[in-house]
């Protein structure tokens, strides 16, 4: 069963944008933080950005100033904002939410969605 879905990757070039969107089932609750990982291929999975409730958020460097996490409590969805794209910005894209699951407390993964980024 999926927890969270990713959606909004594709093609772009250099320089373009995309926004990512991560919905959350309905059945996590009381969820803390929400955050963004990617991963290319032969490379480590990379943090990017995280939201936390009340408001904070913290980025990687390599996206400080071109991303923007944002989230929507009303709909449990995280978005991320990818503006001024760079081929090195080219990975699949993950999701995150650690919150409940009726009552096991744990970070939820979604299943990624790819962006690639052409010269």
């Known amino acids: 069963q999926v927890q969270l879905v990713e959606s909004g990757g594709g093609l772009v070039q250099a320089g373009g944008s995309l926004r990512l969107s991560c919905a959350a089932s309905?059945?996590?609750?009381?969820?803390?933080?929400m955050g963004w990982y990617r991963q290319a291929p032969g490379k480590l999975r990379e943090w990017v950005a995280i939201s936390i409730s009340g408001g904070t958020t913290n980025y990687a460097d390599s996206v400080q100033g071109r991303f923007t996490i944002s989230r929507d409590n009303t709909k449990n969805t995280v978005y991320l904002q990818m503006n001024s794209l760079k081929p090195e910005d080219t990975a699949v894209y993950y999701c995150?939410?650690?919150?409940?699951?009726?009552?096991?407390?744990?970070?939820?993964w979604g299943q990624g969605t790819q962006v690639t980024v052409s010269s």
């Open positions: 309905a059945s996590i609750s009381n969820i803390n933080t």
């Open positions: 995150n939410a650690r919150g409940y699951l009726s009552n096991l407390y744990r970070t939820y």
